[in-house]
């Protein structure tokens, strides 16, 4: 792994330091870049209602997503039309619920199976979810994931109610997963982002996707490592985060939002030939 110490320090990197690391990647093979949404394209807010692309960001996206040779998915644990009217640029593949939907251009969805006693659990455990709620505590209910939200209640029991909130996650069959200020519930089934942006390079690319384009993901959050884990040795990853002791397997740090919109831009800068 290598940490792009310099960029945590400045916090403010420069284009010249992510051409370099860029440049020798980057070929005239099609190109895939993969975003995360929350604390990546978007900061983050309070309430996820509250977050919006910035207009560089906006920008550099809409002039990638015209580019013919440069292919681009959000791949979200929000629900898949929500994260598509957030990022509301169209001729895009999207992929919400950390990848249990996705979302082709076209209109074309693909669901993926969760076993029916699982979904049968569901509408229970966000009732449950939903009695625990206090001091500004709420169940963001995304029909194949829920997020229990504690960014408002006092810091001092922010422990205890995740660890209230696990144990019922848990209790009905599902997967507690940390999450900023949160804790989502996810199906027990083998699936995941990594698993979803390998379906979705297969299924656009073929099979051997890995041979023939080169990948870019960005992603600040721990549902990301799988993708991380998915591109290592493949293609080039960053990790959104000011924290120098986290454990990533992420090819690169980088510090914020704006870091991605540099990356942006310069995928923007190559590829429109500007
Ligand atoms: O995979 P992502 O696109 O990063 O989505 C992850 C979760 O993001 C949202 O919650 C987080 O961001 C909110 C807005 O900044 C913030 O208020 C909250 O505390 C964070 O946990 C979203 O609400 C979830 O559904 C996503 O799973």
Redesign the pocket.
């Known amino acids: 792994l290598r940490i792009v110490e310099q960029l945590d320090l400045k916090l403010e990197p420069q284009m010249e330091d992510l051409e370099k690391y860029l440049e020798d990647y980057v070929s005239n093979k099609p190109f895939a870049l993969l975003l995360?949404?929350?604390?990546?394209l978007?900061?983050?807010?309070?309430?996820?209602n509250?977050?919006y692309m910035t207009e560089y960001t906006k920008e550099a996206l809409l002039n990638i997503s015209s580019y013919p040779n440069v292919y681009l998915a959000?791949?979200?644990?929000?629900?898949v039309d929500?994260?598509k009217t957030k990022v509301g640029i169209d001729g895009i593949v999207y992929a919400g619920n950390?990848g249990l939907e996705i979302l082709y251009p076209n209109g074309t969805r693909y669901i993926h199976e969760v076993p029916s006693d699982v979904k049968a659990n569901f509408t229970k455990m966000v009732d449950a979810l939903e009695n625990l709620k206090r001091d500004g505590s709420w169940v963001?209910n995304?029909k194949f994931?829920v997020?229990f939200?504690f960014?408002a209640v006092p810091e001092k029991d922010h422990e205890k109610i995740n660890n209230e909130a696990k144990e019922i996650i848990e209790k009905f069959g599902y997967r507690a997963n940390p999450?900023?200020?949160?804790i989502?519930a996810k199906p027990p089934v083998v699936w995941h982002?990594g698993k979803a942006a390998e379906y979705i390079l297969n299924h656009s690319f073929g099979k051997d996707w890995r041979e023939k384009i080169q990948v870019v993901f960005a992603?600040?959050?721990t549902?990301?490592e799988d993708v991380f884990e998915l591109l290592q040795g493949i293609g080039v990853t960053f990790r959104v985060t000011k924290d120098p002791n986290i454990v990533t397997k992420a090819t690169y740090k980088v510090p914020s939002t704006e870091a991605v919109t540099k990356v942006l831009q310069w995928v923007d800068k190559k590829f429109g030939n500007k």
């Open positions: 995360d949404y929350d604390g990546t978007a900061a983050i807010q309070p309430h996820p509250m977050t959000v791949i979200s644990g929000r629900g929500d994260v950390h963001e995304k994931s997020t939200h960014r999450a900023h200020c949160a989502e982002k992603g600040d959050d549902t990301d």
